[in-house]
């Protein structure tokens, strides 16, 4: 995910911990409705009217994916997500699952301005209970609950499913940063382990490293970094690949869509990464601002690719005021067609995965005050002017 600055992440990280706080103390009552009904990952009823060609099938032998949250999946009071997440897409990514520690986005709770509180209530249980889930929440205890959830949705519904993430310094348990030296290089290398191993045979790809650059090219703060040196990118990557070595491995950031100084770092710890076998691909998140999606964005993917990787777009979505102008969603259908194009025009451009399906639950409103619409469903699942641009895309 993308913030303009630091202070982005300051102030996010203080409105999150203060919102955590206010939330655990309704626990108790969250607790009563924990009875609600939950739906598993089955197999769906497709009944829901669609066009005569839907977004996997115009993207062909490319995927098109989307991120699905396990909570959203589960949600009995909003079947359409998993109806439209089995019905569009052939890719999927767990949007929080299968990272250290799942964290609360507070546009989880900005989007419900019209349902009863009821269903309020039924949303602060499921997160206060998927807070508590994370992936290693107690060093060596591990539980698989959520990202298991999401990947038997995408066995059960023909997708391929990327492994979203193992080493990066956001969403991390608290026990992470308090270990030392070889302590924390023991820890995450059993936790690379344990993750894929678990996940062995669903997951075609992981995101091995995410988001490891600040924007001068210079390696970003992390208590792995701190730690255990620059040699901490390297040395996760070798454990991923003895974990499970018929998983492609990428790396994943922001910002590095365009040739610029902070891509060009990454481009050469790619090629060092790549003589010693230790990579396969490098993911874009491409969370973009409407109308500023870069130019050289298919040069900029030609050159990785050129480094002898697959590239893939992973976390798509373009981002505007709201409430939405005409001229906004207008800019937006050319700049995802843009990005389509882009992608299809490299051969090993893999797929392309958008950050979400509706923008009802999108992470952009709670991250960026007064933004939104980002993604190709608005919030009552209709399609917007950028499905239309993307599936033309697609299928030119």
Known sequence: MK??????????????????SQLHNLLDVALIVGSAPIVSASPLDLGHEVG????????????????????????????????????????????????????????????????????????????????????????????????????????????????????????????VPALTGNALLDAMNNHITTVMQHFKGKTFAWD?????????????????????????????????????PTALLYINDFGTEGENTKSNALLSLVKTLKASNLIDGVGFQSHFIVGEAPTDLQANLQRFADAGVDVAITELDVRMTTPASAANLTQQATDYAFVINACQAVSRCVGITTW?????????????????AALLFDDDYNEKASFASTLDALSS
Not at 102 to 114: D, P, Y
Not at 356 to 372: C, E, H, K, N, R
């Open 3 to 20: 913030w303009t600055s630091a202070s982005d992440r300051s102030d996010y990280r203080t409105s999150v911990d203060t919102m955590l």
């Open 52 to 175: 005569t060609t839907t977004l996997k099938a115009a993207a062909g032998a490319r995927y098109f994916g989307a991120a699905l949250g396990a909570g959203h999946l589960s949600n009995a009071s909003d079947t359409k997500f998993r109806t439209f997440g089995a019905q569009q897409f052939s890719g999927a990514t767990p949007e929080n699952e299968m990272k250290w520690c799942i964290v609360f986005f507070v546009s989880r709770f900005c989007c419900i301005r019209t349902f009863s509180s009821w269903y309020f209530l039924q949303e602060i249980f499921m997160f206060l209970i998927r807070y508590r889930d994370a992936t290693e929440p107690s060093q060596g205890m591990f539980t698989f609950a959520q990202g298991d959830q999401v990947a038997a949705f995408a066995v059960t519904n023909d997708q391929k499913l990327r492994g979203h993430t193992l080493v990066w310094h956001s969403q991390l348990p608290d026990w």
């Open 208 to 244: 091995v490293v995410n988001e490891a650059f600040n924007d001068d090219g210079t390696l970003g703060s992390s208590p792995f970094l701190t730690q255990l040196g620059s040699s901490y990118i390297a040395t996760a990557f070798a454990t991923a690949r003895s974990a499970d």
């Open 356 to 372: 979400g399906i509706t923008d009802l639950y999108s992470w952009v409103p709670g991250t960026f005050a007064g933004q939104g």
